[in-house]
């Protein structure tokens, strides 16, 4: 199994990001897939998931309404859209194949500051 996350960045407050995560080694089209994050000093904190087999989506209340979960099943590809991002949202993002996120990729680094 691997994931490779990519697209993170350094971001004004209100700004977007997009973050990919590029995923092998498993059946991907039937699986839950997973964002969790890690703030500087902070645990892993759970932020969506989704079923690539179907369009069930779930989201933190702390991103709801702001950040959107999909995939490119074809791709193998699972994404997060981020809008509206604030200061709060700066950490460490994993792709991952549970929500503790002990199945995770490398993570890719999201900074949102002015």
């Known amino acids: 199994v691997q994931l490779v996350e990519s697209g993170g960045g350094l971001v004004q407050p209100g700004g977007s990001l997009r973050l990919s995560c590029a995923a092998s080694g498993f059946t991907f089209s039937r699986s839950w897939m997973y964002w969790v994050r890690q703030a500087p000093g902070k645990g892993l904190e759970w932020v969506s998931s989704?079923?690539?087999?179907?369009?069930?989506?779930n989201y933190a209340d702390s991103v709801k309404g702001r950040f959107t979960i999909s995939t490119d099943n074809a791709k193998n590809t699972l994404y997060l859209q981020m809008n509206s991002l604030k200061p709060e949202d700066t950490a460490l993002y994993y792709c991952?194949?549970?929500?503790?996120?002990?199945?995770r990729g490398q993570g890719t680094q999201v900074t949102v500051s002015s």
């Open positions: 989704i079923y690539t087999g179907g369009v069930i989506t």
């Open positions: 991952a194949l549970d929500s503790a996120g002990s199945k």
